[in-house]
T-cell receptor, first 114, second 112 residues
Framework: DVKVTQSSRYLVKRTGEKVFLECVQD?????MFWYRQDPGLGLRLIYF???????EKGDIPEGYSVSREKKERFSLILESASTNQTSMYLC?????????????FGSGTQLSVL | GNSVTQMEGPVTLSEEAFLTINCTYT??????LFWYVQYPGEGLQLLLK?????DKGSNKGFEATYRKETTSFHLEKGSVQVSDSAVYFC???????????FGKGTMLLVSP
């Protein structure tokens, strides 16, 4: 069964900490994405990557960075966590051809910044 | 850019009731349209899709028709079950990127 795995289901961090959220997919997908999900706002795209070592900003990249050193792994980094980054973070992947339209999602990481 | 508006929830229904969740879109060109579903504690998964005008997507008893004239893609099901309780997201292809733009989601609660 195809899978997108996020390293933590729940995470609690302190303001100012550097936070790493990890995502791994086993489908050999070219495209990987990070979204955040907030009540009343839906899903908003933070960053995405079409290939190893490349990255593109989404709608809300401020305060975040990403790393894609290997095809299967896409990391989201909060350089200095703030309380307004408390959210559910969803990782997704898709193939690099026209079938990019089908996204496969992980179960999410609920991050609380205190 | 492309955008999606869907009805606010929660939508509360009794089992076997008829379901409609409204979705309208704004887009340039001819986007593909999607419904994704998120069950409690899980990530989103594709429910159905339609790639051109008048196409009907269907899956698990759910249906939606791509209406270009009304820029709509409403989700319907004739008889909902308790197990359909979830959050439903309307989405469309996003201009310039190989990804999707999602609506805000509509929570559906079905009681026995």
């Amino acid at each position: 069964d195809v899978k997108v795995t996020q390293s933590s289901r729940y995470l609690v961090k302190r303001t100012g900490e550097k936070v790493f959220l990890e995502c791994v997919q086993d489908m050999d997908h070219e495209n990987m994405f990070w979204y955040r999900q907030d009540p009343g706002l839906g899903l908003r795209l933070i960053y995405f990557s079409y290939d190893v070592k490349m990255k593109e900003k989404g709608d809300i990249p401020e305060g975040y960075s990403v790393s894609r050193e290997k095809k299967e792994r896409f990391s989201l980094i909060l350089e200095s966590a703030s309380t307004n980054q408390t959210s559910m973070y969803l990782c997704a992947s898709s193939k690099g051809d026209r079938s990019f339209e089908k996204l496969f999602f992980g179960s999410g990481t609920q991050l609380s910044v205190l | 850019g492309n955008s999606v508006t869907q009805m606010e929830g929660p939508v509360t229904l009794s089992e076997e009731a008829f379901l409609t969740i409204n979705c309208t879109y704004t887009a340039t060109g001819y986007p593909s349209l999607f419904w994704y579903v998120q069950y409690p504690g899980e990530g989103l998964q594709l429910l159905l899709k339609a790639t051109k005008a008048d196409d009907k997507g269907s899956n698990k008893g759910f249906e939606a028709t791509y209406r270009k004239e009304t820029t709509s893609f409403h989700l319907e099901k004739g008889s909902v079950q308790v197990s359909d309780s979830a959050v439903y997201f309307c989405a469309l292809t996003r201009t310039g990127y190989s990804t999707l733009t999602f609506g805000k989601g509509t929570m559906l609660l079905v009681s026995p």
